[in-house]
Every structure is written in C-alpha cells, then in structure tokens.
C-alpha cells in the first residue's frame, strides 16, 4: 500500500495512519512489555536532555477548511479585519494559554533555554500582535527566549498585512510559515479555503517585501480533482517564488471532516494511489532540481533553512507544548491536551491546581522508545544512526534491523551508508551480515531511498516494529 506523506506533528495527532500516524503511536502509554530490548533508554539522551522547543496552538480561523479536523476555533469572515484586537474570544483564550505556561512543571533544575518556538493552529496570523507578545513574554520568564531562537508562525494568505507582519517580526518571530495548499482558485473553492490565488500572491509579496528571509509554504497533493497539470503548475509556481522551504502533504481524509462526508480515498474524484504516488515523485524531482534539500518525507529545504522545530520532532527529543489539543514530550511522555475548549479550560484549571501533570519520569519501556526512534528518524533523509541506536538499545536489534532490511536493500528501497554517507553495495552487505564483528564498524546509517522508500514509508517501518516486537 501506497504511503503518503504526513504535514508536521504539531499536533501530533495529525498523523492519520501508522507509522505515519503518531496518533497511535504518540499517545501510546508507558507499556510493562517484557523487555527484551537492552535497557539503556532511561540514559538515552533522547530521554534526559531538557526540552528547548516549545509548540504554541492558536487555534483561531476564519473558517473550517473542508479537509481540516484539527482543535480550531471558527471566527467568522471579519475576523481577518485589522481591528479584531480585542476579540473576546482571542483574548481570553491568551491569557488561559499564558496562564498553562505559567502552571507548567519545569521539570530539570538547569534549563537551556527555549531554542525554538512553533506559532500552529488554525490561523496564528489572525491573532493580533501585542497578544502574541504576553504569549512570548510568559514564555522568556518561564523557560528563558535565546536571542537566536527560531521562531515560527503559521500565517494564512488574506489575513495579514505588511503593518501586521512588521509588528510579529518586532516580536522576535522570523520564520513564516505560509498555507498555500494550490495555485488554482477552483481548488482553493472546493477545499473551503477562506482564500483564493490572487490573495496567495499578495501573501508571498508581503512576505519577501517585509524581508523575511526564513519562509515556507505548505502545499497539499491528491486533492478532489486535482490533475498533474495542475500540480505541476502548483509546484513551478512554488519554485518560482522562491521560498528556502517547502512542506509537501498528501491529502488525509479525515473522519468527520466535509470531505471525509463526500470522498472515499483512491475513489473519483480523489486520485488513485498510483496518482498519488506520481504527485509525491513528481514533488520530489521538481524541488530537487530546483535545489531543494528532500530532508524529511514531506519537506524541502535550501541548504541551512530546514526547520529546526521540526528537527526536533524527528530526532525525537523531548518538547513543550501549549494549547488546545497540543501534543507535548516530556520525560519520555507524550501527552495530549483536550481537543474542546471547555475541558481544556478544566484541564489548565487542575494544571494550575497540581491535580495533572504533563511530565512523565523517563521510566520509558526501551521497546516502545526504539520504536520511536526507528519510526521518527526513518522520515528523514539522515536515516537511522546505527551507532547511537547500538548504544542505546544493543547490537543484535541493530544487526536484525540489518538483516531484516536485506530485501528492501535489495529492491531499492533502503540504502545502508558507511560513516561518510556513501552506499553499501548489495555484495558488500552480505559479506558484512555474515561476519557480526564487522558489521557494527562499517554500516553506520539505514535510510529510505528518495522516493521509492519514502513512497513505501509505512510498509517498511512496521517492518522494523516486526523485528523489535515479534
Ligand atoms: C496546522 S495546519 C494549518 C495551518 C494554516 N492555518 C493553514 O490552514 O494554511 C498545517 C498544514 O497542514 C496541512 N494539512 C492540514 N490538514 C490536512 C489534511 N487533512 N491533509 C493534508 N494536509 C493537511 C496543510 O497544508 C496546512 O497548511
């Protein structure tokens, strides 16, 4: 079965399929498995590092898109009106979110401080600046700010000017984010978008004009009656607009969305999993030739610009997370805020009274963590480090992984690298998985192909949950 590509965990949830579905497997609790996984997880570093990232919901949007199932909060049309400051309902849910800052356990007695900073939502550009500022404000006395941080904001084509860009860049954020999703005004109509081409347009001027350099947009393949010309339009006219990221999403047909109601995947007017699978290759060969750096299964970056937020997600290291519905990884937990205002509203109230608690004790089943990490770092073009990953869990789940992927290797869908990143032949792989002690000096990462493996990501990655949970 065709694997497509996943949009950000930000809220984790996100993923709607294992392994690109997180849902499963980030809500996934403290198991009591027998361990038959060697214990060192607990001295991972994945596990005992402090968190330097924080996610931010703002759940806010003008509208539902048709294809949308995440925690959002509908506005209405006016809400994109410069004088929407003080919106009720904004304002009270800022000061809830600054007030779950603020009741968050710290958790380690020496804290870095954050290193980045991801605005989600929903449409954070609808929230008005000087509301962002209390948000970054209770965060730099919680947690401390490095002057440095990357600071990302999720922003939406009609819904801020140049003045309102300015004044979010005032506060520090300098990594936009834009929801472009397609270059056809037919298709922005029918996915509910709240916005057409020539907004789209004014969006990427704004942006270039008020010097952001840090930028990307998302775009969403596989959408109802979306053709190859026009998703090759799509993609010429990304690269022609030159922004230093690209995030790439398959279409996921959610239950309960407009479109979950009207479409049935791989059914007209969706297209079939082999079209799907020509748009994510068409996707991969456009942006690469244009100098895009394939570095995860759904972005693309210039050299220097991926997203180091989202780095963190995929090296599986711990993060803070704020707001409706978000998803955080503390101590070795992840855990899942409520998804409805009113039980998120009582869930800050017992967060504040000491009644929950979002940290875990690191006392993490090593199966589920080597599972994690397999899953998360296989997304990305570094692949899986074997040394970190033999130290961590043990050589012989190292070597079976090995063996295990022999016949992926063989087809083209896994490559082994040595240290310097160069190609372990089919040959040579062989004569290696024959003699154990040489194994472990010579093969240092397993990847997924580009595309092929990461076309095939799901198949190949409950493959290695096969091996390390029989
Ligand atoms: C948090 S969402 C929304 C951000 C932004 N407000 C917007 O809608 O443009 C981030 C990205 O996930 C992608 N996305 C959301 N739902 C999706 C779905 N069901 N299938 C594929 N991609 C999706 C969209 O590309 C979107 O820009």
């Known amino acids: 079965m065709l694997i497509k590509s996943t949009f950000t965990p930000i809220i984790l949830s996100a993923f709607p399929t294992i392994p690109r579905n997180p849902k499963h497997f980030f809500s996934r609790t403290i198991s009591n498995t027998t361990q038959t996984v060697q214990q060192n997880a607990s001295t991972n570093p994945t596990t005992t590092i402090p968190p330097t990232s924080a996610y931010i919901h703002l759940p806010f949007c003008r509208k539902r898109c048709h294809y949308c199932d995440f925690p959002i909060v509908a506005l209405g049309s006016s809400s994109a009106q410069p004088d929407n400051n003080d919106d009720p309902r904004i304002v009270n849910y800022i000061q809830l979110l600054c007030r779950e800052i603020n009741a968050t356990k710290v958790g380690y007695n020496t804290n870095p401080p954050l290193e980045t900073v991801f605005f989600g939502g929903g449409t954070p550009s609808l929230v008005p600046p000087k509301l962002v500022l209390s948000v970054l404000d209770t965060l ?39 929801g472009v999703q397609a270059f056809q005004d037919e298709l922005l109509k029918s996915c509910g978008r709240a916005h057409g081409v020539e907004e789209v347009y004014q969006a990427i001027e704004i942006v270039k004009s008020c010097g952001v350099e840090n930028w990307s947009m998302d775009l969403i393949s596989s959408l109802p009656h979306q053709t190859p010309q ?191 990143r160069r190609a372990i032949t089919v040959a040579e792989l062989n004569t290696l998985l024959s003699n154990e002690n040489e194994i472990g000096s010579r093969l240092a990462y397993i990847r997924l192909s580009d595309p092929e493996g990461f ?9 290695a949950f096969g091996i390390i949970d029989p």
């Open 455 to 463: 076309l095939l990501s799901n198949e190949l990655i409950s493959h």
């Open 140 to 178: 730099r006395v919680k947690f401390g700010l490095s002057l440095d941080a990357e600071i990302s904001m999720e922003m939406d084509p009609g819904t801020f000017d140049a003045n309102k860009l300015k004044g979010f860049m005032g506060l520090g954020v300098n990594r936009v984010s834009l």
């Open 230 to 420: 026009m998703w090759e339009e799509s993609l010429r006219l990304t690269v022609e607009s030159w922004p230093n990221h690209v995030s790439v999403y398959d279409l996921q047909v959610e239950q309960g969305t407009k479109f979950g109601i009207l479409y049935t995947p791989g059914e007209f007017p969706l297209p079939t999993e082999t079209d799907s699978a020509k748009f994510y290759r068409m996707a991969s060969s456009m942006l690469s030739s244009a100098g895009y750096n394939h570095y995860e299964i759904s972005s693309y970056s210039k050299d220097g610009f991926e997203c180091k937020h989202n780095l963190t997600y995929w090296k599986n290291k711990p993060f803070y997370a704020f707001g409706l519905g978000s998803a955080s990884y503390l101590g070795g937990v992840r855990f899942s805020r409520p998804k409805k205002m009113k039980q998120f509203v009582d869930y800050v109230q017992n967060l504040e009274s000491g009644v929950v608690d979002c940290w875990g004790s690191n006392d993490i089943d090593a199966k589920d963590l080597s599972m994690d990490v397999v899953m998360l770092s296989l997304r990305t073009a570094k692949g899986l480090d074997l040394k970190s990953f033999r130290e961590a869990f043990g050589c012989s789940l190292a070597d079976s992984l090995c063996k295990g992927y022999k016949p992926f290797v063989e087809s083209g869908h896994v490559l082994c690298l040595d240290d310097h």
